[in-house]
């Protein structure tokens, strides 16, 4: 598959990703960070919804025409969809989060090249994620890998790397 058409489903389901949708993502949101520590929770729960709500404004608005033609591999594409799968657990609010994950993370990894978490976004310790000469690098990058992470498809280096 080419970006070009990557691009064009996503902004076609980009378009199709309704309030109510995002209602749903807010409930599922704040049900599954509620075992994290209090101190985090706001924070995280913020830096997500407003991460993954501005890259589908940034989806939207963009026209074909400024993305750049290049092939995606396929079998990484659907790899990435398959493991978004994995996260599942069948409640209701979950579908709407699962909806926007399969626009927002996809454009990230493929066509916008960027983190798959806010810069802001606070780890354990209180890192974020450093932008160094137009590379990113992240404090978890090599703690999350395992079968339900999505870190393996995140163009962020591991932090120790700088």
Same mark, same amino acid.
């Given at each position: +598959?080419?970006?070009?058409?990557?691009?064009?489903?996503?902004?076609?389901?980009?378009?199709?990703?309704?309030?109510?949708?995002?209602?749903?993502?807010?409930?599922? &949101?704040?049900?599954? +960070?509620? #075992?994290?520590?209090?101190? #985090?929770?706001?924070?995280?729960?913020?830096?997500?919804?407003?991460?993954?709500?501005?890259?589908?404004?940034?989806?939207?608005?963009?026209?074909?025409?400024?993305?750049? $033609?290049?092939?995606?591999?396929?079998?990484?594409?659907? $790899?990435?969809?398959?493991?978004?799968?994995?996260?599942?657990?069948?409640?209701?609010?979950?579908?709407?989060? +699962?909806?926007?994950?399969? *626009?927002?993370?996809? #454009?990230?990894?493929?066509?916008?090249?960027?983190? &798959?978490?806010?810069?802001?976004?606070?780890?354990?310790?209180?890192?974020?994620?450093?932008?160094?000469?137009?590379?990113?690098?992240?404090?978890?990058? $090599?703690?999350?890998?395992?079968?339900?992470?999505?870190?393996?498809?995140? *163009?962020?280096?591991?932090?120790?790397?700088?």
């Amino acid at each position: +598959m080419n970006s070009k058409r990557l691009f064009a489903e996503l902004k076609t389901k980009a378009h199709e990703f309704s309030i109510y949708d995002l209602m749903n993502v807010r409930i599922y &949101l704040e049900k599954e +960070m509620k #075992y994290l520590p209090k101190d #985090y929770q706001e924070g995280y729960m913020k830096d997500t919804i407003e991460y993954f709500l501005d890259t589908l404004k940034e989806i939207k608005g963009k026209k074909e025409e400024e993305i750049e $033609n290049f092939e995606i591999e396929e079998e990484k594409l659907k $790899n990435l969809l398959e493991r978004i799968d994995r996260f599942s657990k069948g409640i209701p609010e979950e579908k709407s989060f +699962m909806k926007l994950s399969k *626009i927002v993370v996809p #454009y990230l990894v493929f066509i916008a090249k960027k983190p &798959l978490h806010a810069l802001t976004t606070r780890f354990p310790g209180g890192l974020t994620i450093t932008k160094k000469n137009g590379e990113y690098y992240c404090p978890v990058k $090599n703690r999350q890998t395992n079968e339900y992470s999505l870190c393996e498809f995140c *163009i962020c280096k591991d932090l120790k790397e700088i």
